[in-house]
C-alpha cells in the first residue's frame, strides 16, 4: 500500500519536473532575446529600411523583412485556407467514413507533413527555374503555401473527424443539400480552423530554409509579386552571421520582433477561438 | 395545404395554439414565398413490400404499412426491431447509412420515395421533419437554428425571417421562454428546450409528416410532457410518427399504434384495438411485458 503512494509521488514529482522544464526553455529564449536584443532595439530599427552600411553596423531598420514576412505569411494562409478547408470538407463529408480514397489522401497528406522545408524551398526552387521566374515575393508565398497546406489540413481534419453525425443528419433531414451543410460544419470545427491557422501562421513566418531561394532577400520592400522580398528569419540569419558585433545584436532585435508576432498572434488566435467556440456543440 | 390557411384564419383559443399570430396575418406575408406547397387536402404514406438491409443483414422484412393523415401513429416494438431504420427509409437519411440497401417502396402522395434522387429527395425531405433522440441544435444562434431551413430554401429577407421564427417558436412553445434571448447559443438552452427548438426547426420548413424517433426518451418526465401535449396540438396539421419505447406514452397519444418485432410489422391498426384486443400472440405478449 504505501509503495503505491510513492509511485505516485515519485510521478507527480517527474511531471512537474518535466513541465518546469519546458518552460524553462520558453523562458530563457525569452530572455536570451530580450538582453541581447533589447539592446540594439529602437523604433528605427522597425519602421526604416537598412541604409547604405546597415550591415557592417550603421544607421537603418528591417522593416523589409517585416513587411516582406507579413506580405508572404498573410497572403499565404489565406491561399492556404482557400485551398484546404475545401479539402477537408471533402474529406470528411463527401466521401464515406471508411473509404479508400480518404485513406490514401490522408496517407498522402501526412507524407507531405513530414517533408522538410527546405525540400519545399528546393523544390520551389527548381519550378521556378523551369518557369523562368526569378526570386520573388510570388515564389515566396506559392512555397510557404505548399508548406502550412498539410499543417492545415492535418489539424483541421482531426477536428472535423470528430464532427456528429447527428448534426449533418439534422442539416439534411431540413432539405440542406451537402454543400450547404458547410455553413453549420465550418461554424462547428471553427476553433479548429484557428488554431490551425495558428500553428499555420507559426510556421510559415518563422521558416527561413524555404524561403531563401525563393523568395530572395532585398533592402527595399516589394512592390510587385515579381520582385524579391526579405523575411524576418532570413533578417535573423544574416545578421548573425556577421562577425561585427553590433549587427549581431539587431539579429537578436529581429528575433525579438518575430517573437512578438508569433506571440501576439497566439494571443489573439486563443481569443478569436474562445469567440467562435460559442457555438458549439460539446 | 389549403387546410393549413384554413387553421390560421379559425379564431385561437388556447394561448399555446400553434398558430396564434398577433394580427392573424402574420403567416401570409411569408407563406406565399414557400415554393413547395401544394394544395392537397390528404397526405399519405404507403409502405410496399418494403425491405431494407444493411450490409447482409435483413433488418426490414416485407413491410407493407399505411401511415394515415394527420393522426398520431406509434411504431412500438423491443430494441433492434427496425423502428428507426423504418423512420430513416422515410426521409432518405438511410443514405448516409453504410451498405445499406433498400428495396420496395414507399409512396408519399403516389411518388416513391424509395426510388427518388436529386432534387426530389431534398424536397421530400423537407416533407418529412426529423426529431432525433438526442436533440441537436445546430452550432448557431437560437434565430438561425430556426431561420437555417427558410435560408436553404430561399428566405432572405430579415423581417420575414424573424416572423418565421417567432411564428415557429410560438408553434413549439418555446417562444415565451427565449424571446430575450434569441442570439445567445442554442446549446445553451435546456434540453427539454432544446428539443422544442429542434421540433421548431423542423416545423419552419413546413413538413407534411413528423418523424420523432424516440423524441422524448432523453428528457425529463416534464419537458416530454410538454413534447407530447404538443403532438397531441400539432396532429391537427401534421401526420406524427413517433418510435417510442414507453408503452405508457402510446397509451397516451397514440391514435394508431404499429408494433415491430424483429423487422416485421406483426401488428397494426387503432391504438384502442391494439391495445385492447391484440390479435397477435406476440403483442400480447409484448404488451404484458414479458419481453421488452
Not at chain 2, 401570409?28 to 390528404?42: G, M, Q, T, V, Y
Not at chain 2, 413490400?49 to 450490409?55: F, R
Not at chain 2, 423537407?126 to 438526442?134: A, C, N, V
Request: glycine share 6%; hydrophobic share 45%.
Amino acid at each position: 500500500m504505501k509503495l503505491k503512494f510513492l509511485e505516485e509521488k515519485l510521478f507527480k514529482i517527474l511531471m512537474t519536473g518535466a513541465m518546469l522544464t519546458v518552460l524553462a526553455f520558453v523562458v530563457s529564449i525569452i530572455y536570451s532575446i530580450l538582453t541581447k536584443g533589447w539592446g540594439a532595439m529602437s523604433w528605427d530599427m522597425i519602421l526604416k529600411l537598412p541604409g547604405g552600411g546597415f550591415y557592417i553596423g550603421k544607421e537603418g531598420g528591417f522593416l523589409n523583412a517585416i513587411v516582406g514576412s507579413v506580405y508572404i505569411v498573410g497572403i499565404s494562409t489565406l491561399l492556404g485556407l482557400l485551398i484546404s478547408i475545401p479539402v477537408v470538407f471533402y474529406l470528411n463529408i463527401y466521401l464515406k467514413r471508411r473509404s479508400q480514397i480518404a485513406y490514401i489522401a490522408r496517407i498522402a497528406y501526412d507524407v507531405l507533413f513530414g517533408i522538410p522545408s527546405i525540400v519545399y524551398g528546393a523544390f520551389g526552387f527548381t519550378i521556378m527555374i523551369y518557369f523562368g521566374l526569378k526570386t520573388s515575393l510570388l515564389g515566396g508565398i506559392i512555397v510557404i503555401t505548399l508548406l502550412i497546406i498539410p499543417i492545415f489540413i492535418r489539424s483541421m481534419d482531426e477536428v472535423a473527424r470528430q464532427f456528429p453525425r447527428e448534426i449533418l443528419d439534422a442539416s439534411y433531414s431540413l432539405g440542406a443539400t451537402r454543400l450547404e451543410t458547410i455553413r453549420v460544419v465550418l461554424r462547428q470545427i471553427a476553433p479548429g480552423i484557428a488554431t490551425a491557422t495558428l500553428l499555420s501562421v507559426g510556421r510559415a513566418i518563422g521558416d527561413a530554409a524555404s524561403v531563401m531561394f525563393t523568395a530572395g532577400y532585398t533592402d527595399s520592400i516589394p512592390t510587385s509579386l515579381s520582385q524579391p522580398a526579405a523575411t524576418l528569419p532570413l533578417a535573423v540569419f544574416f545578421q548573425l552571421s556577421s562577425p561585427i558585433k553590433e549587427v549581431q545584436d539587431r539579429a537578436y532585435a529581429a528575433a525579438l520582433v518575430l517573437t512578438l508576432i508569433v506571440l501576439l498572434l497566439s494571443v489573439l488566435g486563443r481569443y478569436i477561438t474562445n469567440r467562435f467556440s460559442k457555438h458549439k456543440l460539446k | 395545404m389549403k387546410h393549413f390557411f384554413q387553421a390560421l384564419s379559425l379564431p385561437v383559443k388556447s394561448r399555446a395554439y400553434p398558430f396564434n399570430a398577433p394580427d392573424g396575418k402574420v403567416a401570409n406575408l411569408f407563406r406565399p414565398d414557400r415554393k413547395f406547397h401544394r394544395d392537397e387536402e390528404e397526405s399519405e404514406l404507403v409502405v410496399r413490400d418494403l425491405n431494407v438491409y444493411i450490409k447482409e443483414q435483413h433488418i426490414l422484412k416485407e413491410i407493407n404499412l399505411a401511415i394515415p393523415d394527420k393522426k398520431i401513429t406509434c411504431i412500438v416494438g423491443p430494441s433492434g426491431c427496425g423502428k428507426s431504420t423504418l423512420l430513416k427509409t422515410f426521409n432518405r437519411l438511410i443514405d448516409s447509412v453504410e451498405g445499406a440497401r433498400v428495396s420496395g417502396k414507399v409512396l408519399l402522395n403516389g411518388t416513391d420515395i424509395v426510388s427518388s434522387s436529386g432534387p426530389e429527395i431534398i424536397h421530400l425531405r423537407r416533407e418529412m421533419g426529423l426529431i432525433s433522440q438526442k436533440p441537436c441544435p445546430l452550432p448557431m444562434s437560437i434565430f438561425d437554428n430556426i431561420a437555417y431551413g427558410c435560408r436553404i430554401h430561399g428566405i432572405r429577407n430579415r423581417k420575414k425571417l424573424r416572423l418565421v421564427v417567432r411564428h415557429y417558436l410560438e408553434a413549439a412553445g418555446l417562444w415565451e421562454e427565449v424571446q430575450d434571448r434569441l442570439n445567445t447559443p442554442a446549446i445553451r438552452l435546456s434540453i427539454g428546450q432544446q428539443q422544442r427548438l429542434c421540433l421548431a426547426r423542423s416545423l419552419a420548413v413546413e413538413p407534411r409528416f413528423i418523424l420523432a424517433d424516440e423524441a422524448t426518451s432523453a428528457l425529463d418526465p416534464i419537458s416530454s410532457k410538454t413534447i407530447e401535449e404538443l403532438f397531441v396540438k400539432l396532429k391537427q396539421n401534421y401526420s406524427i410518427v413517433m418510435v417510442t419505447h414507453t408503452l405508457r406514452q402510446a397509451l397516451r397519444i397514440a391514435d394508431n399504434v404499429i408494433f415491430m418485432y424483429l423487422g416485421e410489422v406483426i401488428e397494426s391498426g387503432p391504438a384502442e384495438r391494439v391495445f385492447n384486443r391484440p390479435e397477435h400472440k406476440l403483442t400480447r405478449k409484448y404488451l404484458s411485458g414479458v419481453f421488452s
